[in-house]
């Protein structure tokens, strides 16, 4: 059964960068039938998707996020990771990490909460 | 880019059947077959229903079925019974040399 776990701090000051990781575990994250994204929720509002990437490295983005946001895979590690710069208060949400087959996230993550604040 | 049309709400009895709307334009939803719907209960983790516009994954049950038509996209509850009481989403993927994947704004469904 596939496992996917984000991990990074819950805590990230105006300006800085937002970086998590999400740990596979009962897969491979080398499958090129699948992708690998990011997806997150404000407290209290709907889903927005922010990228994904393939176990080759390629990589696609939500157009308004593209300047801040970085994905990268590690397949040694079954990791794959998110940089998102210049954070603000409206970042603030819980990010989840997926992987995506058809366009879907198909298998979530359990989320983690990313605060935004000084 | 921007989020795709649902209504912020939708209801129904148990037993009835209920149908959410997911709208979008040429760019998404009328350009592919790759409309998604998610289950989300409070505090849980998103849930996916339906995949490829009307294919559900392993375990979900039948009454849950997915259309499309043109730019709008629809989910169907059938049966409903109370724990189908939840926000659901729709996505789809959009554009072409940047592909990305689009949500809607999510219904809450309410079963009365």
């Known amino acids: 059964q596939l496992q996917l776990q984000e991990s990074g701090p819950g805590l990230v000051k105006p300006s800085e960068t937002l970086s998590l990781t999400c740990t596979v575990s009962?897969?491979?994250?080398?499958?090129?039938?699948?992708?690998w994204g990011w997806i997150r929720q404000p407290p209290g509002k709907g889903l927005e998707w922010i990228g994904s990437?393939?176990?080759?490295?390629?990589?696609f983005y939500k157009p308004s996020l593209k300047s801040r946001v970085t994905i990268s895979i590690d397949r040694s590690k079954n990791q794959f990771s998110l940089k998102l710069s210049s954070v603000t208060a409206a970042d603030t949400a819980v990010y989840y990490c997926?992987?995506?087959?058809?366009?879907?996230?198909?298998?979530w993550g359990q989320g983690t909460l990313v605060t935004v604040a000084s | 880019q921007s989020a795709l049309t649902q209504p912020p709400s939708a209801s129904g009895s148990p037993g009835q059947s209920v149908t959410i709307s997911c709208t979008g334009s040429?760019?998404?939803?009328?350009?592919?077959?790759?409309v998604s719907w998610y289950q989300q209960h409070p505090g849980k983790v998103p849930k996916l229903m339906i995949y490829e516009v009307s294919k559900r994954p392993s375990g979900v049950p039948d009454r849950f079925s997915g259309s499309k038509s043109g730019n709008t996209a629809s989910l169907t509850v059938s049966g409903l019974q109370a724990e189908d009481e939840a926000d659901y989403y729709c996505?789809?993927?959009?554009?072409?040399?940047?592909?990305?994947?689009?949500f809607g704004g999510g219904t809450k469904l309410t079963v009365l």
């Open positions: 997926a992987r995506e087959y058809s366009s879907s996230p198909y298998e």
């Open positions: 996505s789809s993927h959009a554009g072409s040399s940047n592909a990305y994947v689009i």
């Open positions: 009962g897969g491979s994250i080398s499958s090129s039938n699948y992708y």
């Open positions: 990437i393939s176990y080759s490295g390629s990589t």
């Open positions: 040429s760019s998404d939803v009328g350009s592919n077959n790759y």
